[in-house]
Structures are given as C-alpha cells and as structure tokens.
C-alpha cells in the first residue's frame, strides 16, 4: 500500500508541550498513524514565557530559545519515530507550526514571530521542515491566524450541515463552516486556557485545573466578569486574532486589583467564565442554532465544557471525535496537512478567514540535505 506520510509538529499558546503526529495523506481523510508529546523542560518554559513578553536582552534571549526549541521540536519527531517503526525516508516532510513569542498583525507594519529553528529540526532529523506558515498570509495583508480553519473545512465541512469548530488552546478559536466554503469564518475569541491555568499556576502551584474542578468550587464574580468582558478585543469585528501580547499574567493582576479580597477560587470560576462567555457570544453572533465540535485541550475540561452548554442551549455540543478525530491531536494533524498542501504546491490559507488579498501556498522549505 501506498503511503503519504507527513508528520505535524505543534506547540501552542499554552506551551504545555510539544505535540507531533505521524499522519498519513494517502486516503480520502487523514489518517493518525501515531502520536507523541514532548513536555517542555521548566528552564525552557520559562525562558519562553519571559520572551513573550518585553524585558532586556531579547536578541540574544531569542537566538538561543530559537536552537533550543529546534531542538527539542527534533527530539519529539524522532522519538515519534521510534515508537512507530517508521523511518524517516519514508516521510515527505515535517509541518513545524514553531512556537509563537510575538504576534502583532494590527501594528502599522504588522509582524509574527515563530521560534524553532527549522534548519535544526532538518538536521537532527533528516527530514525536510516546512515551516513559516503564517508570514506569508501577513504579508498578504491578513493576520496571519487562525490557519486551521482551512483543515477545518476540508475534513468538517458537510454541505448541507452548519457547525462549528470551537479549539480550545492557551488561546480559543471558532471556524464556522456552514457548508460553502466562500462562506467560512474563523477567528481568535479570546483567552482559552492561558489565564486560567496562569492563575492556578500562580496560587497553587499546578499546571492546570483538571476538569474546572477548582473554578466549579467557586462562584463568579459578575463585577469582576464584566470588567474582564470590558476588554476591546471581545468587540472587534473579525477577521481577528490574538495571543499572550494581549492576555496575559500581567495584564491579568492589572485587572484584579481591585478585586484583591475576592476568594482565590471565585477568581479561578470568574476567569473560566471570561473564556466560557467570551466564546459564547461570539458563536451567537453567527447563529442560535447549530453543532458545535470541540477540540484542544479545553474539551477535556469538564466544567468548562458544562458552562458553554447552558450558554449555547440551541447548539448539539460534543468534541470531534464525534467526526472521527480526536481533539487532543486536530492542530498537529492540521499542520501535517499544511506541510502537505506546501508539498503539493497547493493554497493553504482562506482570505474570508485571515482578510488576506488572495490565497498563496504557505510557508518555507528547509532541506534536510
């Protein structure tokens, strides 16, 4: 049998490690071969959480965390690998979507940085990297995010059917598919779980909240809520998108200053409701009614899952394995798909999405030879 091997390579705002996937092109739909997360060393993670933000020495900071992270990107490949029994000459290429330390579209001269040196995956794996998906759509006067929404629609879409795809990272994102593809729509809502699991971080010293069960032990502040609700963003209009440059630690303490005596866990409830409303209103935006899949880490999130289906009470809520994928892998299996599409020479971005001038295949070769 004939094989059309791509491996995907993710690490997203959440910077909870890095996920690969051995995917095979081959068929009608894509098919998950194997999977792998590499977790991110602590000394690692925080040197990328000091860069996303603005401090001292950045320059060097980055040239280092960029060899770093292609490293370890590397490493997460190989040990995908290996636990497959593929061999990297069986392999087209590698889709890097690379760790992303700045995004700022809207600047006068808008930019987006990606970390991880794809030369360095090249050579520690003897793969071809395809890697920059997003500066090429930026340069096309998009924003340069979300990319998935493309996949989205090729494996999703039914024509006929309205859904949405909600992804639940560090940050959230929707692509509403309503069956035409001049029609899709995709967009960053707001936080996902980066503040959420900030705040845990900060208090108790944990990674994450599993299942919502210490935001479910408290109650949500409406003041604190609505303050949070106030920020610009939520209002935009789309095509938008966003990141830890907007929503973060910082701005967060900024923000609960004057709600210093509320109860750590009422903080913990009001912020998942800032992501579970937030993302909310922007699906009825787009319509009442509708099936709604979700992917990323929050699907597994059982109160915050439960809180958006007593917000969306006309949406049929379930996670895209419900559609034959599993939500923990659909955006390391989205940029396997983008490698792909490069390969082959074919459009991976959707204007109506990123508000591009036109669509353009994405991203840079770097050869393993």
Not at 182 to 187: I, L, M, R
Not at 284 to 305: H, I, K, P, Q, S
């Amino acid at each position: 049998m004939t094989h059309a091997y791509y491996i995907g390579l993710m690490s997203g705002t959440s910077m909870d490690g890095v996920d690969a996937v051995l995917v095979d092109f081959a068929g009608a739909q894509p098919a998950l071969i194997a999977s792998h997360t590499e977790a991110i060393p602590p000394h690692l993670l925080k040197g990328l959480q000091r860069l996303c933000l603005p401090g001292a020495d950045e320059i060097n900071r980055l040239g280092r965390l960029d060899r770093h992270v292609g490293q370890l990107f590397a490493l997460a490949v190989n040990k995908l690998l290996a636990n497959a029994s593929v061999t990297k000459e069986e392999v087209n290429a590698i889709g890097s979507h690379g760790q992303t330390v700045r995004h700022m579209p809207n600047l006068e001269v808008g930019f987006t940085l990606q970390i991880g040196d794809p030369n360095t995956i090249a050579t520690e794996t003897g793969i071809d990297v395809i890697a920059d998906f997003r500066r090429k759509d930026i340069a096309l006067g998009g924003q340069g995010a979300p990319l998935v929404p493309a996949f989205h629609q090729q494996v999703f879409a039914e024509q006929g059917k309205k859904r949405i795809i909600l992804n639940i990272g560090g940050i959230a994102n929707i692509t509403y598919l309503p069956g035409k593809r001049e029609h899709v729509v995709g967009f960053d809502t707001g936080p996902g779980n980066t503040l959420i699991d900030a705040w845990i971080q900060q208090v108790k010293g944990e990674s994450f909240d599993r299942d919502g069960a210490w935001a479910a032990s408290g109650q949500t502040h409406p003041e604190l809520l609505t303050q949070l609700l106030s920020h610009p963003y939520f209002s935009m209009a789309y095509p938008k998108s966003t990141g830890r440059e907007l929503f973060n630690q910082a701005w967060l303490e900024q923000q609960l200053t004057p709600f210093n005596h509320l109860d750590e866990a009422d903080i913990q409830s009001t912020l998942l409701d800032l992501t579970c409303h937030s993302i909310a209103q922007d699906i009825l935006r787009l319509g009442d009614t509708g099936e709604l899949f979700v992917c990323g880490g929050g699907a597994f999130n059982r109160e915050l899952m439960q809180r958006l289906e007593r917000l969306l009470p006309g949406y049929q809520l379930a996670t895209t394995l419900a559609l034959g994928v599993d939500p923990k892998w659909v955006e390391g299996i989205a940029f396997a798909w983008l490698a792909m599409r490069h390969h082959l020479g074919l459009p991976a971005n959707l204007p109506a999405v990123t508000g591009a001038s036109r669509e353009a295949v994405l991203g840079g070769r770097f050869s393993a030879r």
